[in-house]
Nanobody, 121 residues
Framework: QVQLVESGGGLVQPGGSLRLSCVASGSIFSINAMGWYRQAPGKQRELVAA???????NYADSVKGRFTISRDNAKNTVVLQMNSLKPEDTAVYYCNADLRVGRWAPVSVYWGQGTQVTVSS
């Protein structure tokens, strides 16, 4: 069984910063990409940032220059550093991982439970 557990959400004023962390645990053979998505009320879930096991990171245009994604492969952890936060960044943020639970298993997508980020004065 695989679990993704997020932490670090909360309430912050505009212009502030938050750091989200996500740890993947359980029967994991390998992890391909890891990423962060968000869903605001009444809107579809959207990609915020993604980082493959090797290669370049990918960011939504709305967060480029403000958010930074990083990962620690040894710890199966992905971190989203969010700076210069805006009210429009308010959403539930979900961690995502594309991973295998065995050498011959297909790549499957796993999600965390979500963490609320609220940007408000």
């Amino acid at each position: 069984q695989v679990q993704l557990v997020e932490s670090g959400g909360g309430l912050v004023q505009p212009g502030g910063s938050l750091r989200l962390s996500c740890v993947a645990s359980g029967s994991i053979f390998s992890i391909n990409a890891m990423g962060w998505y968000r869903q605001a009320p009444g809107k579809q879930r959207e990609l915020v940032a993604a980082i493959p096991s090797g290669g370049t990171t990918n960011y939504a245009d709305s967060v480029k220059g403000r958010f930074t994604i990083s990962r620690d492969n040894a710890k199966n952890t992905v971190v989203l550093q969010m700076n210069s936060l805006k009210p429009e960044d308010t959403a539930v943020y979900y961690c995502n991982a594309d991973l295998r639970v065995g050498r011959w298993a297909p790549v499957s997508v796993y999600w965390g439970q979500g963490t609320q980020v609220t940007v408000s004065s």
